[in-house]
């Protein structure tokens, strides 16, 4: 059984790109990112990426549903994770629940 990634991109407007790979290390997907293989995807005009975040899953599934939860995260909470900042991450999810409570 291969291991299973979520990683995370710094692409070079700034932007990030949020994937899941399963392997032995992420950066055989950031070398194919970085190589253009594909002229269709997200980072072929954002080149070069850089791997700023990455963790390594067991389960196949657990690492797509955490690539899911973390590409609908805002800028700041995948800054924060980036920098491995849990608290900050925490404090970023209560706002937005406040925040979404207050709207309705």
């Known amino acids: ?12 407007d ?4 949020v994937g899941s790979h399963r392997g032995q290390s992420p ?3 950031v070398h194919e990112h970085n190589a ?3 002229k269709k995807a997200y980072t072929y005009s954002r080149r070069p990426v850089e ?3 990455a963790e390594r899953f067991v389960n196949v599934t657990d690492a797509i549903a955490t690539e899911r939860q973390i ?3 805002s ?18 999810a209560m706002n937005y629940t ?6 309705i």
């Not at 059984?1 to 070079?12: E, K, N, P």
């Not at 700034?14 to 790109?17: I, S």
């Not at 800054?79 to 608290?87: K, N, P, R």
């Not at 406040?98 to 709207?103: D, F, L, P, R, Y």
């Open 1 to 12: 059984m291969s291991d299973s990634w979520v990683y995370m991109l710094r692409c070079a």
């Open 14 to 17: 700034g932007r990030y790109y």
């Open 27 to 29: 950066e055989t997907r």
């Open 36 to 38: 253009g293989k594909n």
């Open 51 to 53: 791997l700023v975040w």
């Open 71 to 73: 590409k609908g995260w």
């Open 75 to 92: 800028r700041a909470k995948k800054e924060a994770l980036t920098a491995g900042d849990w608290s900050k991450i925490k404090t970023l």
């Open 98 to 103: 406040e925040n979404a409570k207050s709207s």
